[in-house]
């Protein structure tokens, strides 16, 4: 009866620990999601900079975690930039954007950026990035979380495209982007991203 009684409880314990290990596990997370017209106008009368789409508020994810290194590591994992670009001027003028971390708190600088890399034309553009590498990765606190997101327009020399002598070029532009975290030892899966293929409202 005893032998019984502790393989039951050893059954139980194994069940559970299985449970809460689906249940914390997070492979990865959608942080933003938005779709947006970008006039020169929009870019010279941004505030407090220039060339900037504000990412924050309710159009962060809000069950993004607060500590991003534990109990799951989406630090030392990897981000998915995923950028549709529906409506840009003709001419295939490279374009890239500045998509900045802003952390709750920060370091030295305080916050870091990762980018979109140059496209010339209309579509998807998709690229996967280690979070440890990026620049000035190391200036943000993970494990205080993030506050918000500056995205920000430039050419391929890194120059701000309200500072351009041809903002035509650039303006106006639409797009949809994405930046889904993946956690450490984990893969991007598409077939995970709620709404993929649809493409939200201006």
């Known amino acids: 009866m005893i032998p019984a009684m502790k393989h039951r409880t050893l059954f139980i314990t194994l069940l559970l620990v299985c449970f809460s290990a689906t249940f914390t596990r997070a492979d990865q ?33 809000a069950a993004r975690p607060k500590d991003w290194t534990a109990p799951v590591d989406y630090r030392n994992g990897t981000v998915h930039v995923r950028l549709e670009v529906l409506e840009k001027p003709a001419g295939d003028q490279p374009t890239t954007w500045s998509v900045c971390y802003i952390p ?21 553009h998709e690229k996967d990035l280690d979070m440890t590498t990026f620049w000035q990765n190391n200036d943000i606190l993970w494990d205080q979380g993030i506050k918000e997101m500056h995205l920000v327009i430039k050419d391929d020399h890194n120059l701000h495209a309200h500072k351009r002598p041809d903002p ?12 889904i975290q993946v956690s450490k030892g984990a893969k991007y ?12 409202p201006n």
């Open 29 to 61: 997370f959608v942080l933003f999601d938005v779709t947006f017209t970008f006039t020169q106008e929009d870019a010279l009368n941004s505030k407090p900079n220039q060339s900037h789409y504000y990412v924050k508020g309710d159009m962060l994810n």
């Open 104 to 124: 709750y708190k920060g370091q030295k600088h305080g916050y870091g950026c990762i980018g979109t890399g140059v496209y010339k034309t209309t579509g998807v």
């Open 168 to 179: 035509e070029k650039f303006f106006p532009t639409k797009v949809r982007m994405m930046l």
């Open 189 to 200: 899966d598409p077939s995970k991203v709620p709404g993929l293929t649809a493409v939200k």
